[in-house]
C-alpha cells in the first residue's frame, strides 16, 4: 500500500488525523512537537503521501498501455 511506502512518522501522522480523525493540537502533544511544526510536518506528510500515489497511479497506467 502507500503508506506502507512512507516513512514511519508520516504514516503515524496520516493515520492519527485521517483515521483515528484527531486534531493537530492532540498529535502534537503525543509526537511532543509544537502545533507549528506538526502542522508542517502533516503537510509533507500529505506530499509524500501524494507522490507515492502517482507513482503506483502512472505504473498502473503503464500497465494498461
Same mark, same amino acid.
Given at each position: 500500500?502507500?503508506?506502507? %511506502?512512507?516513512? #514511519? ?7 492519527? =488525523?485521517?483515521?483515528?480523525?484527531? /486534531?493537530? #493540537? ?5 509526537? /511532543? =512537537?509544537?502545533? =507549528? ?13 501524494? =507522490? ?5 497511479? %502512472? ?7
Amino acid at each position: 500500500t502507500i503508506l506502507a %511506502n512512507l516513512t #514511519d512518522e508520516y504514516r503515524y501522522l496520516l493515520v492519527a =488525523k485521517y483515521v483515528e480523525n484527531k /486534531g493537530i #493540537d492532540e498529535i502534537s502533544l503525543e509526537i /511532543g =512537537k509544537s502545533y =507549528k511544526a506538526t502542522e508542517s510536518m502533516l503537510t509533507r506528510a500529505r506530499g509524500a503521501f501524494r =507522490k507515492e500515489f502517482k507513482q503506483i497511479e %502512472n505504473h498502473e497506467l503503464c500497465k494498461i498501455k
